[in-house]
């Protein structure tokens, strides 16, 4: 399985970017897709996240100003960030919970990540 993360970049304080996330490899099913990020000097956070049923969580630092959403048929996360902040400049993770099926074995609910993609927010 391969998480690939794209869509960072450079950007002025209250620029938009748009993150997006592509799983793909013996995928079974997804229950849960987040996007976590790395500040410099930081402990990784979660951001936003999205499970199966539709459940949306949010950090409170980016409630009303980033929208996570989910494209089921290509495995797809994206992250739509307006208002950013020189706060919001991190590495950007996203994540999977991911059922795989492999040589005959079924793993279930394994954690998969991105490679990061850095997003930098100048004042």
């Known amino acids: 399985v391969q998480l690939q993360a794209s869509g960072g970049g450079l950007m002025s304080a209250g620029g938009s970017l748009r993150l997006s996330c592509t799983a793909s490899g013996n995928i079974v099913s997804i229950s849960a897709m987040r996007w976590y990020r790395q500040g410099p000097g930081k402990e990784r956070e979660l951001v936003a996240g999205?499970?199966?049923?539709?459940?949306?969580t949010y950090a409170d630092s980016v409630k009303g100003r980033f929208t996570i959403s989910r494209e089921d048929a290509t495995n797809t996360l994206n992250l739509q960030m307006t208002s950013l902040h020189p706060e919001d400049t991190a590495v950007y993770y996203c994540n999977a919970r991911i059922d795989t099926y492999l040589s005959g074995t079924f793993y279930r609910g394994e954690d998969h990540w991105g490679q990061g993609t850095q997003v930098t927010v100048s004042s």
């Open positions: 999205m499970t199966n049923e539709g459940t949306i």
